[in-house]
């Protein structure tokens, strides 16, 4: 914990340790501990089994079929609109 207070001369407190700083590991150290996190995260993935698979590929067609369908009757008003307003012959 921080055993003194002290002012600095912007105005700000700060604590003050007495514990010394880290020091920063090199890059290689680096790359070499994120290769090892990222191993460690895919130990933890879970592949899905066929049926699961099959399951999850049907929600996400269906889901962007209702969103194009939801697309495209969106893009027939707004042409139907946009050709009523504007008085483009033979649209209505």
């Known amino acids: 914990m921080a055993s003194m207070v ?3 001369p912007r105005g700000e407190v700060v604590a003050k340790s007495d514990a ?3 020091k920063k590991p090199s890059v290689f150290a680096q790359i070499a501990l994120f ?3 990222v ?3 895919l130990r933890k993935v879970i592949t899905p089994t066929r049926q699961e698979l099959l399951k999850y590929t ?3 067609l269906g889901f962007v ?3 194009m ?3 495209y009757g969106l893009d027939v008003l707004f042409v139907w609109l946009t050709a009523y307003v504007f008085g483009v ?3 209505a």
């Open 69 to 71: 369908a939801i697309v």
């Open 35 to 37: 290769i090892r996190q």
């Open 6 to 8: 002290q002012e600095e």
């Open 65 to 67: 079929i209702v969103m």
């Open 89 to 91: 012959p033979g649209s």
């Open 58 to 60: 049907g929600v996400v």
């Open 39 to 41: 191993f460690g995260e």
């Open 20 to 22: 010394p700083r880290e």
